[in-house]
């Protein structure tokens, strides 16, 4: 059988090349690191879960503002968040961009168009009606 | 603009889209809410124009131009009683905008970072087809919801046996096909899934009747921000995340509002069919054929009603058809220089959409302290002298307290019946959407006046004067 000096001289090669693959394992790690930002773009790189945080938290603050709506103004409150859900805009800005024409591009006019039409629509009636609400003379 | 400095200004954004729903919990402060929501738009799209992906600008200056321009147009030249059609019609433009840009970002993914044609990421597809599907369900409805209200087409529901079934079946197939898409990545599939939630949009909205459109109109609302929350998950956009995430709270917190309103649950508004009966009047009692109405003309209302101490005015979609809410200002404007107190009560539901009768009473001038809500004004009405009720019918009706067989049955009602005079302002004794008839109608102390609302009222005007 294998005398203890063989064994722990192959102790000792083991842990080498332990050491040498953990080197090269965060090398490869950073390299990943180093162009995973070049590979993406404005979708970024950022993990779902994230997201998934963002979405929740966002629920939370609009169940408690939107409780705090006075009855009176449900229908303003409509015509505002119908208004402001028109920020679909930005995908559709991206989508409108690029250089060059592309069904991806005429796509993105027609959202642009359509969002538009909200935006200045819905925040004008808001304004319109918000502005007939008034106190006792 | 760096990634992190455009994050930056979209949680700008964010912050004043909240600003912008925190400042209507209150008339004083809605208006700079308002003001909040511009500028967080502008924001928005002014931080996404200076970013690398943009490069090119004359189409998108284009089509702001155009769509700024129609916007503007149609929100300057509404009628306020036609409010609810144009926010079902707005609704539609945000499903059939998030459908584009779903599309767009299915066709050249590369634009978006999210992977390059025919090889796009699995998370990406999941997301983008639901925000493509709830964006073409929002559309579709949002246009059967449109045309219900503007009378393009009859607001009766439309049933047809085996609708529930051919529904379920299609929503069934929907998460299917985006199963498919997400594992095939077919293009094929993907516009078969665009098809299949058009038609689901349209099928769904079909059945529910005209008065249920307060209940409809919020959830598309919802819809509509869930979509743009679909959109925002694909672009890994925080500020369209929030924003979906606002409006669809919104959406669905008006929905519950409006269903408690009624004492319906979302389900058996969805399932539609209510008010099918249409003509057929469910009978109040065995009597019912040979009860007598006591009916009355504009002099003997203006008499009643000048020696009053204390109106209630009670407005119903009734009032919105007629445009009644100038003559009934100008009728509460005599009476308050008689030195009688009036008041507004709205009942949840009033209208066909949340908040409709408020809006329609602010454009008449009427100041927002004398209009109150249904628990606010309700313990009032047995020291009320004159309960006005304006084409209002089924929110007053007592068998919702009383008749545990009627179909409005448990739904809350603005107790009118116990003002020691109740005015009916009708234009027939025909029974309001639900099909019951009111037996209010047939008391002692009702009053019918026939007529067209704002006729009605002129006439009333005319004979206090």
């Known amino acids: 059988m294998a005398d203890p000096a063989a064994l722990a001289e192959r102790a000792r090669e083991l842990a080498g090349d332990a050491g040498r693959l953990a080197h090269g394992l965060q090398a490869l790690a950073y390299q990943l690191a180093a162009q995973s930002p070049a590979a993406t773009g404005p979708a970024g790189g950022v993990p779902f879960v994230y997201e998934l945080t963002v979405f929740v938290l966002a629920v939370f603050v609009g169940y408690h503002v939107v409780w705090r709506v006075t009855p009176a103004l449900h229908s303003p409150l409509m015509s505002v968040t119908n208004a402001i859900s028109s920020v679909i805009i930005v995908g559709a800005l991206i989508a409108a961009g690029p250089a060059g024409i592309s069904f991806a591009k005429v796509m993105g006019f027609v959202a642009v168009a359509l969002a538009s039409v909200n935006i200045f629509g819905g925040f004008i009636v808001t304004q319109r009606m918000l502005q007939m609400f008034q106190r006792k003379k | ?465």
């Open chain 2, 1 to 465: 603009m760096s990634q992190n400095l455009a994050a930056f200004f979209y949680l700008i954004a964010s912050v004043c889209f909240i600003l912008a729903l925190r400042g209507l919990s209150s008339p004083r402060t809605a208006r700079v809410g308002n003001f909040y929501g511009i500028a967080g738009m502008v924001i928005a799209v002014v931080t996404t124009l200076l970013t690398p992906h943009v490069v090119s600008y004359w189409l998108i200056i284009a089509g702001i131009v155009v769509g700024g321009a129609v916007g503007t147009y149609i929100a300057l030249n509404i009628q306020m009683t036609a409010l609810p059609q144009l926010v079902a019609a707005f609704h539609s433009l945000v499903g059939l905008a998030a459908v584009c840009v779903a599309a767009a970002a299915f066709t050249a993914p590369q634009d978006f970072g999210i992977g390059v044609p025919a090889a796009i990421e699995r998370a990406s597809l999941v997301e983008m087809s639901l925000g493509m599907a709830i964006g073409a369900i929002t559309f579709t409805g949002s246009v059967v919801a449109f045309s219900k209200l503007q009378g393009l087409v009859s607001g009766r529901p439309l049933m047809f046996p085996g609708q529930h079934y051919l529904n379920a079946g299609l929503g069934a197939l929907l998460v299917v096909l985006i199963a498919v898409v997400v594992a095939t990545g077919a293009g094929a599939v993907f516009w078969l899934l665009l098809l299949l939630s058009l038609a689901l949009g349209f099928l769904l909205i079909v059945p529910i009747g005209g008065a249920d459109m307060p209940v409809v109109i919020s959830m598309l609302n919802s819809y509509s921000g869930w979509a743009a929350c679909g959109i925002g998950f694909t672009l890994s956009n925080s500020l369209l995340i929030v924003t979906g995430a606002l409006v669809g709270s919104s959406g669905a917190i008006l929905s519950y509002i409006m269903c408690k309103g009624m004492n319906r649950s979302i389900v058996n508004v969805i399932l539609g069919g209510f008010g099918a009966e249409g003509g057929t009047v469910v009978a109040g009692g065995a009597d019912a054929g040979d009860r007598s109405v006591r009916s009355g003309s504009a002099e003997d209302a203006a008499f009643i009603l000048k020696n009053a101490g204390s109106v209630v005015i009670v407005p119903g979609y009734g009032m919105a058809v007629a445009q009644a809410q100038h003559a009934l200002r100008e009728m509460a404007d005599l009476l308050k220089k008689e030195g009688v107190a009036v008041r507004y009560a709205i009942h949840p539901v009033a209208g066909r959409m949340p908040g409709h009768m408020n809006v329609l009473l602010a454009e008449a001038n009427v100041p927002y302290d004398e209009v109150f809500e249904l628990d606010e004004i309700n313990r009032d009405f047995p020291s009320t002298d004159v309960a006005f009720v304006i084409g209002a019918n089924d929110v007053t009706n007592p068998a919702a307290k009383t008749d545990p067989n009627s179909p409005i049955y448990g739904m809350p009602i603005l107790d009118v019946e116990r003002a020691k005079t109740v005015l009916f302002v009708k234009r027939s004794m025909a029974s309001g959407y639900a099909g019951v008839e009111n037996e209010l109608f047939y008391r002692n102390n009702t009053m019918m006046l026939f007529g067209d609302a704002k006729k009605m009222c002129e006439e009333i005007v005319k004979a206090m004067e």
